[in-house]
């Protein structure tokens, strides 16, 4: 017997804040990474309400291997955006 017949969905509601409605979605920004000195830029993919996943791929301060590593995506906290 089925209790919840809603099918799984990735959607996501995303609250609007003081800190994601500053920026948009494919909008290249600079940002900080804890315990690492340099400054990275990257592109926003997608917004969440305390997050932004963040397309890593033409950032040219980083490795081949930590993209790889990372898959070409990471996500961080908007505080961590300069």
Known sequence: MAYNNKPYSLNIEIKENNYNIM??????????????????????????????????????????YEKQTYKGKIVISYKSIL
């Open 23 to 64: 920026y948009d979605t494919n909008e290249t920004i600079s940002f900080s990474y804890p315990n690492d000195p340099r400054i990275f830029t990257g592109t926003i993919l997608k917004k969440y309400t305390h997050s932004c996943l963040i397309d890593i791929t033409s950032n040219p301060d980083l490795s081949y």
